[in-house]
Nanobody
Framework: QVQLVESGGGLVQAGGSLRLSCAAS????????MAWFRQAPGKEREFVAG????????NYADFVKGRFRISRDNAKNTVYLQMNNLEAEDTAVYYC????????????????WGQGTQVTVSS
């Protein structure tokens, strides 16, 4: 089994930055791709960014390109999401997810999920 634990969420003003972390434990060798999703109140959970085991291979949702950056430290089994120039529309619970295959944007493709961390951006 794999456990994912997010941290780093909080309250920030519009234009500010936050860095989310996701620490994996357990059978981490079974994880290949990692991703961040988010879910705002009343909305579906949506893909934000993904990264393969090769950290050079990344994918982003159009709405975060140029503002967010995903990275991973395989030695620490940790994935990060650096979020810059935050907007009120970025307010959501952010979830870390992992899967055995390649990066995907569909939430049903992911095998493991964290409990989420709240990000609130005030305008």
């Amino acid at each position: 089994q794999v456990q994912l634990v997010e941290s780093g969420g909080g309250l920030v003003q519009a234009g500010g930055s936050l860095r989310l972390s996701c620490a994996a434990s357990g059978r981490t060798f079974s994880i290949s791709a990692m991703a961040w999703f988010r879910q705002a109140p009343g909305k579906e959970r949506e893909f934000v960014a993904g990264i393969s085991r090769n950290p050079l291979n990344t994918n982003y949702a159009d709405f975060v390109k140029g503002r967010f950056r995903i990275s991973r430290d395989n030695a620490k089994n940790t994935v990060y999401l650096q979020m810059n120039n935050l907007e009120a529309e970025d307010t959501a619970v952010y979830y870390c997810a992992g899967r055995r295959g390649s990066i995907g944007s569909a939430k049903v493709a992911y095998d493991y999920w964290g409990q989420g961390t709240q990000v609130t951006v005030s305008s």
